[in-house]
C-alpha cells in the first residue's frame, strides 16, 4: 500500500547526531502516528496528532519530537540519538470514520544508532 | 491502566492443525479490539477488528468480555499463515490504540 511512505528506509547514524525520519500520506486521513518496534516489546506509541494543531505524546516520547507540517506529512526528530535508539521505526495514519480508526501502516525506517 | 497481553512470543504448529492466539486485555470501559498481522517483508496490516464479527483467511476472534480475551483462532493452519501477529485494543475514548508485544506464528509443512 504505496499510500503511507516513509523516508528513509535504512539510516545509520552515529550517537549524538540529530536525524529526522519522515512519512507522508496520501489517504486524506487526519490522524498520524510514530511507533517504534522492538524485538519483544511490539510496537510501542511515541508520538500522534489528531489534526495539524494536535500533538501528542504516547508511552515513550522521551528523546523523540515531531512536527506536523501539514495534514499530509508526518516528522519524527531525535535531537541527539543514543544506542538505545536503534530500531524499527513505523509511521501510521488512520481515519475515525468509516472504518472505525483502523490503522494504516507505512513499510518503516530502520534506524541503527552507533 | 490500559494493558494487552500476548502470552506466547512464538507458536509453532503443523500444517492443517487448529491454531488459538492468544489475548488478553485490562481496560476500562469497553474496548473495540483488533488484529493486526505482519507477513515477511510486508507491512504491517489489519486482519480482523471484532466489531465487524468477521472472518478473514479463515482466521475468527471472539470478545470475551468476562474473561477479557480477545483469542484469534483458525481451525487448520496454512503455511502462508506463519508471521508476526499482534492484538490491539483501541479504547473506547479513540484516543490511541495499544499493541501487544506479539506473537510469531510459524506453521510447518
Known amino acids: 500500500d504505496a499510500d503511507v511512505t516513509q523516508t528513509p528506509r535504512n539510516r545509520i547514524t552515529k550517537t549524538g547526531k540529530r536525524i529526522m525520519l519522515e512519512c507522508s500520506q496520501t489517504k486524506g486521513h487526519d490522524r498520524m502516528y510514530w511507533y517504534r518496534q522492538d524485538p519483544g516489546l511490539g510496537l510501542r506509541l511515541i508520538y500522534y496528532s489528531f489534526d495539524v494543531k494536535d500533538i501528542n505524546k504516547g508511552e515513550i516520547s522521551d528523546g523523540y519530537s515531531v512536527s506536523r507540517q501539514a495534514q499530509a506529512k508526518f516528522s519524527l526528530s531525535l535531537e541527539s540519538a543514543i544506542p538505545n535508539q536503534t530500531a524499527l521505526y513505523f509511521c501510521a495514519t488512520s481515519d475515525e470514520t468509516g472504518g472505525k480508526d483502523t490503522q494504516y501502516f507505512g513499510p518503516g525506517t530502520r534506524l541503527t544508532v552507533l | 491502566a490500559q494493558r494487552v497481553t500476548q502470552p506466547e512470543k512464538l507458536l509453532s504448529v503443523f500444517k492443517g492443525a487448529p491454531v488459538e492466539l492468544k489475548c488478553n486485555y485490562s481496560?476500562?470501559?469497553?474496548?473495540?479490539l483488533f488484529w493486526y498481522v505482519q507477513y515477511s517483508r510486508q507491512r504491517l496490516q489489519l486482519l480482523l477488528r471484532?466489531?465487524s464479527r468477521e472472518s478473514i483467511k479463515g482466521f475468527t476472534a471472539d470478545l470475551n468480555k468476562g474473561e477479557t480475551s480477545f483469542h484469534l483462532k483458525k481451525p487448520f493452519a496454512q503455511e502462508e499463515d506463519s508471521a508476526m501477529y499482534y492484538c490491539a485494543p483501541l479504547h473506547s475514548g479513540g484516543f490511541k490504540t495499544i499493541f501487544g508485544a506479539g506473537t510469531r506464528l510459524f506453521v510447518k509443512a
Open positions: 481496560y476500562s470501559g469497553s474496548p473495540e
Open positions: 471484532h466489531i
